[in-house]
């Protein structure tokens, strides 16, 4: 622990002639974007779902850092001194109200933490919605797409011998060969086709409508977690708070800067399929 109070102290020197009272509050807030930047790969490897144990690194190496936060403000030292405007980093919100109640002026410093966590909050509460319904979208769509083209492949399969032949002489035969050669190339597509279509339903299970349900309430519960933070930074000395607060506001940043990347990744893969599919039509047509 004292290397960790040591360097929050210097770290607050290094910014007290800029933020005076505040400077190791700021300390606080720089050296948990220094945590979180470390742990960055980490949480690229669980966006990408590497491995199940990927997703749980991050949240548990970040817990040894918010004990020693949370001892470092608890007991006796030399950071209970500094201040955020006019509320000691040391103190709870209980401590505040009785100080000077709601809105005095340690109150309102409590106010302001408690109105950005809320905010923080609200916006990885709608994005874990909206992330929750693109997945069973997906997921749905995944399931339901090698129904169709079994349907399709289904619907073409009457096509195959319905070539007509003249009856008689060469021309006969030779219609007749040009058929068959015709059915027998489009039953070696079909058969193509339907292998990947079962290769596609293989990589994707299908969802029943219980599992399709438990998404869609996970989907509508799970944001609301985020939520939980105001209750823990009520409780937790300020310092602890600002922690909580930073670490969260990077994790829904980071988590909407990475899902942008992947959109963009994907956009700029189908662009050239979608182009050499135009370009081989327009040669077609010619």
Do not use: N
């Not at 942008?260 to 599919?277: C, F, L, S």
């Amino acid at each position: 622990m004292s290397v960790f109070t040591h360097l929050v102290v210097e770290l607050g020197r290094l910014l007290e002639p800029v933020l005076a009272e505040s400077a190791t509050a700021a300390a606080i807030v720089l050296f948990t974007v220094l945590v979180r930047l470390a742990l960055h790969p980490l949480s690229r490897a669980a966006f990408r779902g590497a491995t199940p144990l990927a997703g749980c690194l991050p949240l548990l190496l970040q817990l040894p850092v918010f004990f020693l936060m949370y001892q470092a403000f608890s007991s006796g030292g030399e950071l209970l001194s500094h201040r955020l405007f006019a509320a000691p980093l040391g103190s709870r919100w209980a401590d505040a109200l009785g100080e000077g109640g709601l809105f005095g002026a340690q109150g309102l410093v409590f106010l302001a933490l408690f109105g950005v966590i809320a905010v923080v909050a609200a916006w990885s509460a709608v994005r874990g919605r909206r992330s929750a319904a693109a997945a069973a979208a997906a997921a749905a769509d995944a399931a339901e797409k090698p129904v169709a083209a079994q349907k399709s492949a289904a619907a073409r399969r009457p096509a195959v011998g319905s070539g007509r032949a003249k009856p008689g002489g060469k021309a006969g035969t030779g219609a007749r060969a040009r058929a068959a050669g015709g059915a027998g190339a489009r039953a070696r597509a079909e058969g193509g086709h339907r292998a990947g279509v079962g290769a596609g339903a293989a990589a994707v299970p299908e969802l029943s409508a219980e599992q399709q349900e438990v998404m869609r309430k996970l989907g509508g519960v799970l944001p609301l977690l985020s939520f939980g933070t105001l209750i823990t930074a009520a409780v937790v000395p300020l310092a602890a708070g600002l922690y909580l607060l930073t670490t969260t506001a990077w994790a829904v940043a980071e988590r909407a800067w990475l899902e942008r990347r992947k959109a963009r990744a994907a956009a700029r893969t189908e662009t050239p399929g979608t182009e050499r599919a135009v370009d081989g039509a327009a040669r077609s047509s010619l």
